[in-house]
C-alpha cells in the first residue's frame, strides 16, 4: 500500500509542529528551573536503614509470625522510650509495612496481608 501524497504531508506539518512545540516547552522548562531539561536529575527514594523506623522493623521482621508488645520492642532496641517506639509501630502499621492484628501486639504480614 502506497501512501497518499497528502498524508505525508500533513504528517510531515505536525511532527515540525511537535518538535516546535517540545522546544518551548524546553524554553519554559529552562526559564522555570533556571536550567535546561536535560540537566534535571531524576531522584529515587531509597530506603533509610539506619532511621529509627527502619530499626523497629527490623526487630519484627526478625521474629516472622511472632505477636510483640511496645515494650519487647523497646527491649531489643535497648531504649526505655516505648511512646517514641509505640508511635513507630503505629506509623508502620498505618502505611502496611507490618501488621497489628490485635490492640498493643504488632507482627510481620500474613499471607493475606500481602496479597491484599
Known amino acids: 500500500m502506497t501512501p497518499k501524497p497528502e498524508d505525508v504531508l500533513k504528517l510531515?506539518?505536525?511532527?515540525?509542529?511537535a518538535k516546535k512545540m517540545l522546544s518551548d516547552l524546553q524554553t519554559q522548562w529552562a526559564a522555570i528551573f533556571k536550567g535546561s531539561a536535560d540537566s534535571v536529575a531524576v531522584t529515587?527514594?531509597?530506603?533509610?536503614?539506619?532511621s529509627f523506623a527502619s530499626?523497629?522493623?527490623?526487630v519484627i521482621l526478625?521474629?516472622?509470625?511472632k505477636l510483640l508488645t511496645i515494650a519487647e520492642v523497646a527491649t531489643a532496641l535497648g531504649t526505655d522510650d516505648t511512646l517514641?517506639?509505640?508511635r513507630t509501630l503505629f506509623r508502620l502499621s498505618n502505611t502496611k509495612r507490618i501488621a497489628n492484628p490485635e490492640r498493643g501486639k504488632y507482627s510481620t504480614k500474613t499471607r493475606l496481608e500481602v496479597a491484599a
Open 12 to 17: 510531515a506539518e505536525d511532527i515540525v509542529a
Open 44 to 50: 529515587v527514594r531509597t530506603k533509610r536503614t539506619d
Open 55 to 58: 530499626q523497629v522493623e527490623a
Open 62 to 65: 526478625g521474629k516472622p509470625g
Open 84 to 86: 517514641k517506639v509505640g
